[in-house]
T-cell receptor, first 114, second 113 residues
Framework: GAGVSQSPRYKVAKRGQDVALRCDPISGHVSLFWYQQALGQGPEFLTYFQNEAQLDKSGLPSDRFFAERPEGSVSTLKIQRTQQEDSAVYLC????????????FGPGTRLTVT | GESVGLHLPTLSVQEGDNSIINCAYSNSASDYFIWYKQESGKGPQFIIDIRSNMDKRQGQRVTVLLNKTVKHLSLQIAATQPGDSAVYFCAETGSSNTGKLIFGQGTTLQVKP
């Protein structure tokens, strides 16, 4: 079956622009996670949804970052007024259960802010 | 604070040899651990997981060992193949009740033909 998909795969933004990154999780998966991965580093947690509820946003680096999952399926990560330090790969993962189960990752969106 | 670290940034092995990738974690409350493989330009791919009530789990050509006493996790890959070349991450759930993962920095596995 289809895995987690993300779009766009690559995004170049000028500093100060707003961007929106999309994640399509595996159908029926309850949990959805966003991670940020800097070059040469491991992924770092940004935020977590259980269905449509955003239960943890402790990893969002600033109030310029906003995520939503209005119908408990597709999720969008929005970054306002992008800065160069926002350049990274943004990974989305979903899992079928609420906690402590395998997370399936999408291919990521590589964001470059110039 | 919570942290997961890997002992070596790069591991180079000969094709056919066994590989061992090590990982140390700091949170004794972690109850779930996963190893992921990440190839260039792709998202992390699940390899094997283990819960804290186990100390060993085997998959196809892979084995994960968990030593809770010293908070150490290892991934063993038998008969390493060129296709195993990638970055390997260990991850733990820490003290979170949401399932969010804390990743280490990664070990690059290079397989020489």
């Amino acid at each position: 079956g289809a895995g987690v998909s993300q779009s766009p795969r690559y995004k170049v933004a000028k500093r100060g622009q707003d961007v929106a990154l999309r994640c399509d999780p595996i159908s029926g998966h309850v949990s959805l996670f966003w991670y940020q991965q800097a070059l040469g580093q491991g992924p770092e947690f940004l935020t977590y949804f259980q269905n449509e509820a955003q239960l943890d946003k402790s990893g969002l680096p600033s109030d310029r970052f906003f995520a939503e999952r209005p119908e408990g399926s597709v999720s969008t990560l929005k970054i306002q007024r992008t800065q160069q330090e926002d350049s990274a790969v943004y990974l989305c993962a979903s899992s079928p259960d609420r906690v402590s189960s395998e997370q399936y990752f999408g291919p990521g969106t590589r964001l470059t802010v110039t | 604070g919570e942290s997961v670290g890997l002992h070596l940034p790069t591991l180079s092995v000969q094709e056919g040899d066994n590989s061992i990738i090590n990982c140390a974690y700091s949170n004794s409350a972690s109850d779930y651990f996963i190893w992921y493989k990440q190839e260039s330009g792709k998202g992390p791919q699940f390899i094997i997981d283990i819960r804290s009530n186990m100390d060993k789990r085997q998959g196809q050509r892979v084995t994960v060992l968990l030593n809770k006493t010293v908070k150490h996790l290892s991934l063993q890959i038998a008969a390493t193949q060129p296709g195993d070349s990638a970055v390997y991450f260990c991850a733990e759930t820490g003290s979170s009740n949401t399932g969010k993962l804390i990743f280490g920095q990664g070990t690059t596995l290079q397989v020489k033909p």
